[in-house]
């Protein structure tokens, strides 16, 4: 009896000594599975949603990855027929890939760059950094992103009128809606008329400007192209430039007095939220309707 007992310990140690190393080395395998599955899901995320995320000094900021493409560019038919001479010819233009704020730049960021909050609606507490800056010239906005740049060492940039008009039209994704995301202008933007905006602003619980993202985003997954507050854009603004401008990645004229504003505010009427609505002003103008919208 003492015997088959001794012999029982004995296989039942072994069979420990050799199962624990096996038990361990499955787990690794499952832990290691586990991880690959997740790090292929964040992949594969990051593939389809196309978004990177930044940080500089402490505050994030998201970019989408718009892939390039051709366009039409310009008075598409569905733009109306309240369509600007400048926007005339729609023309076919080619993109390349690049990558831009998934929203306008709020005042929370600027803050972080630059050290100040120049804007004219700020609200009355910290949730107004979650409203896009305004108050900003172009010349500013070219400073905010010379700081940024040396914070960060990469190069963003304001995007050119082109690849603005690109990705507020969806991309390649595009659905060919007249404004950025939507036929229905209330859907997408904070414009003069937004009802739900107007509530908001009824209960004084916003400065004039909505909140960034508080409407559906567009095609691509970007907010307000479409309202809120106009976007700078690189170009010179060029009257005539859809005339003679090249087919592939135009950047505006070589010189000018004016640059490009896209996109409508907060204060402006639906045909100025239009995605192919062409507008400028002096680079050293500030006003409480004017922000930016990165691009790398
Ligand atoms: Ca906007």
């Known amino acids: 009896m003492r015997?088959?007992?001794?012999?029982?310990?004995?296989?039942?140690?072994?069979?420990?000594?050799?199962?624990?190393?096996?038990?361990?080395?499955a787990q690794k395998r499952g832990k290691a599975q586990k991880r690959k599955a997740k790090t292929e899901r964040t992949t594969k995320g990051k593939?389809?949603?196309?978004?990177?995320?930044?940080?500089?000094?402490?505050?994030?900021?998201?970019?989408i990855h718009v892939q390039g493409g051709t366009f039409t560019m310009g008075a598409t038919s569905e733009q109306g027929s309240y369509v600007g001479n400048n926007?005339?010819?729609?023309?076919?233009?080619?993109?390349?890939?690049?990558?831009?704020?998934?929203?306008?730049?709020?005042?929370?960021?600027?803050?972080?760059?630059?050290?100040n909050n120049p804007s004219k609606l700020q609200g009355s507490d910290m949730l107004?950094?979650?409203?896009?800056?305004?108050?900003?010239?172009?010349?500013?906005c070219q400073e905010f992103i010379r700081?940024?740049?040396?914070?960060?060492?990469?190069?963003?940039?304001?995007p050119t009128e082109?690849?603005?008009?690109?990705?507020?039209?969806?991309?390649?994704?595009?659905?060919?809606?007249?404004?950025?995301?939507?036929?229905i202008i209330d859907d997408v933007a904070?414009?003069?008329?937004?009802?739900?905006?107007?509530e908001a602003l009824n209960k004084e619980e916003l400065p004039c400007h909505g909140f960034v993202g508080m409407l559906a985003p567009n095609e691509l997954g970007i907010y307000d192209m479409s309202g809120n507050v106009w976007e700078w854009c690189q170009d010179w603004y060029g009257e005539d430039y859809y005339s003679n401008s090249p087919s592939s990645?135009?950047?505006?004229?070589?010189?000018?007095?004016?640059?490009?504003?896209?996109?409508?505010?907060?204060?402006?009427?639906?045909?100025?939220?239009?995605?192919?609505?062409?507008?400028?002003?002096?680079?050293?103008?500030?006003?409480?309707?004017?922000?930016?919208?990165?691009?790398?």
């Open 3 to 25: 015997k088959s007992v001794r012999i029982i310990g004995l296989v039942a140690l072994l069979v420990l000594l050799v199962a624990a190393p096996v038990d361990m080395m």
């Open 47 to 63: 593939a389809a949603s196309g978004e990177q995320t930044f940080t500089v000094n402490g505050v994030s900021f998201t970019m």
């Open 87 to 115: 926007e005339k010819p729609a023309h076919k233009v080619a993109v390349s890939s690049f990558l831009i704020g998934m929203f306008e730049v709020t005042q929370y960021l600027w803050t972080a760059v630059m050290g």
């Open 128 to 140: 107004a950094l979650r409203h896009p800056v305004e108050n900003v010239s172009w010349d500013d």
């Open 147 to 158: 700081k940024l740049n040396a914070a960060t060492g990469k190069h963003f940039r304001l």
């Open 162 to 183: 082109a690849e603005w008009e690109y990705a507020a039209r969806g991309g390649n994704k595009s659905r060919g809606y007249k404004y950025s995301g939507s036929n």
């Open 190 to 198: 904070a414009y003069a008329n937004n009802s739900v905006i107007l």
């Open 249 to 296: 990645n135009p950047t505006g004229p070589s010189t000018g007095s004016n640059r490009v504003k896209r996109g409508g505010s907060w204060n402006s009427s639906a045909v100025s939220c239009r995605v192919s609505c062409r507008v400028y002003d002096s680079a050293d103008l500030r006003s409480r309707y004017i922000g930016l919208r990165l691009a790398l």
